[in-house]
């Protein structure tokens, strides 16, 4: 039972444009979202996050929306660059236990030139 | 100043081998985590350490041990590898309990079990 999914797998976008990352999630614990991004042979890399008291949190051409009631939040990239080229993975916490990660399965976003 | 290392960076094990992988981070973290991921799936988190000489299993613990050696160092064991523990492993940490709280991740170790 996938608690966060990621129903994309594969985004892309042409330079400049934006990119939209979708995320939808089941646990109504969930309080607290990040977005990561990865490339490949390395570890993820922290990009963005929000907490269930927004539905808004922006960051340089970063921007993550959350909407509650439908359970799902977004990723977007304005404007997106070649080297925003990566898989972006959404994750969601409930308070407690450590704050340990439930995460998606993750999107490849490939942004051309 | 520099983050989560681990150790080695990749590994080929046989069947029935064991091994430890080491992860320590710099951050004065009170919490550490391994997460294991798989080709077309998310990172699922195998242990955790809320803090210092603490553990907990998370949703995948079948098959390893962990130990948390002190503030710093996280460690995860394969007593016995079998090839469905062919992988990579992520070792995280985290401050839990204060304004951020984000997990911070190592570069990863690529196990391969034959």
């Known amino acids: 039972d996938q608690q966060v999914k990621q129903n994309s797998p594969s985004l892309s976008v042409q330079e400049g444009r934006i990119s939209i990352l979708n995320c939808d999630y089941t646990?109504?614990?969930?309080?607290?979202f990040l977005w990561y991004k990865k490339y490949p042979a390395e570890g993820p890399t922290f990009l963005i996050s929000?907490?269930?008291?927004?539905d808004k949190n922006e960051d340089g051409r970063f921007t993550v929306f959350l909407n509650k009631s439908a359970k799902h939040l977004s990723l977007h990239i304005v404007p997106s660059q070649p080297g925003d080229s990566a898989v972006y993975f959404c994750a969601a916490s409930a308070p407690g236990s450590a704050r340990q990660l439930t995460f998606g399965s993750g999107t490849q976003l490939t942004v051309l030139p | 100043n520099a983050g989560v290392t681990q150790t080695p960076k990749f590994q080929v094990l046989k069947t029935g081998q064991s091994m430890t992988l080491q992860c320590a981070q710099d951050m004065n973290h009170n919490s550490m985590y391994w997460y294991r991921q798989d080709p077309g799936m998310g990172l699922r988190l195998i242990y955790y350490?809320?803090?210092?000489?603490?553990?907990d299993k998370g949703e995948v613990p079948n098959g390893y041990n962990v130990s948390r050696l002190n503030k710093r160092e996280f460690s995860l064991r394969l007593e016995s590898a079998a090839p469905s523990q062919t992988s990579v492993y992520f070792c995280a940490s985290s401050e839990v309990g204060t304004s951020d709280e984000t997990q911070y991740f190592g570069p990863g170790t690529r196990l391969l079990v034959l």
């Open positions: 929000i907490s269930s008291i927004k």
């Open positions: 646990n109504s614990m969930f309080d607290y």
């Open positions: 350490s809320a803090s210092e000489g603490t553990t």
